[in-house]
């Protein structure tokens, strides 16, 4: 999208600007249907990567066909990262997991197997979900984080950026 756009085409469909997307985390939005998000003139909502990964899972996801499929949902989807998501769960707690140059750890509570999100497998997840819009991983900080902590972050977040573009660019190239 350039300066000046107001719209952006994508594979399922063309966005308007401003656009409200409603939160559709685990691949629904809760309480109204596809139906009823078309009939409430929804452009695109928007799913939780760190979510879907852990339920209903990507092999789920993939095998139901994708999360146009699997919602019934055949506008734009754009996926978030879920860095928010990660950083939440082990600034709560750190036992469930910790974050490196490398990407997140994290143990998801009530599981006993440790998940790793790098900014490759981000994207590698939400193409393989068929997501029309994929954002890349971030690292995510408290609003009281020291100024270090803060450029650290934003440091991680352009190195992450830089990595999952690579990525991504290596599989539309495929």
Known sequence: MMAGTKSLSLAHGLL?????LPDA???IVRTVDAVDLLNCRVQAVVMNTF????????STIQSLGGLHQMSGWQRPIVTDSGGFQAYSLIHQNP???YLTDKGLVFQPEGS???LQLT??????LQMSYGSDLV???DDCTHVDASHQEQEESVRRTIAWAKRGKAE???LVEQ
């Open 16 to 20: 308007e600007f401003p656009i409200f």
């Open 25 to 27: 985390t685990f691949g």
């Open 51 to 58: 979510h879907l990964m852990q339920r209903p899972g990507s």
């Open 95 to 97: 036992k469930f997991g």
């Open 112 to 114: 006993e197997r440790k």
């Open 119 to 124: 900014p490759e497998k981000c994207i590698q």
């Open 135 to 137: 954002i890349c991983l």
């Open 168 to 170: 991504f660019v290596r």
